[in-house]
């Protein structure tokens, strides 16, 4: 069984750093992409971060770039997405994500999120 747990939201202000941590399980990031997403509220769900399967190829939205890193520690079985110089428009709930492709199908997992507020 795919699972994934988020930690690390807080509240911080503004310029200041977060890492937030992303335990998984049920699956090898061999065969699964895995990422962040965040959703503000009033707000579309927006994509954050991913690194492709085996290789691991990292993605940015252009609002994180160069502010954000995406990273996974197959010995801990853990996502990371550390956040520098945050602004008060990265407030959101912080989603994990984890997603398969089997026979031209694709299959997508969520943790529960955490939030992340960011004062001015």
């Known amino acids: 069984e795919v699972q994934l747990v988020e930690s690390g939201g807080a509240l911080v202000q503004a310029g200041g750093s977060l890492r937030l941590s992303c335990a998984t399980s049920g699956f090898s990031y061999d065969d699964y992409a895995v990422g962040w997403f965040r959703q503000a509220p009033g707000k579309e769900r927006e994509g954050v971060a991913c690194?492709?399967?085996?290789?691991?190829?990292?993605y940015y939205a252009d609002s994180v770039k160069g502010r954000f890193t995406i990273s996974r520690d197959k010995a801990k079985n853990t996502v990371y997405l550390q956040m520098n110089s945050l602004k008060p428009e990265d407030t959101a709930v912080y989603y994990c994500?984890?997603?398969?492709?089997?026979?031209?199908?694709?299959?997508?997992?969520w943790g529960q999120g955490t939030q992340v507020t960011v004062s001015s």
């Open positions: 994500y984890a997603e398969v492709v089997i026979m031209s199908r694709t299959y997508a997992y």
């Open positions: 690194i492709s399967s085996g290789h691991g190829d990292t």
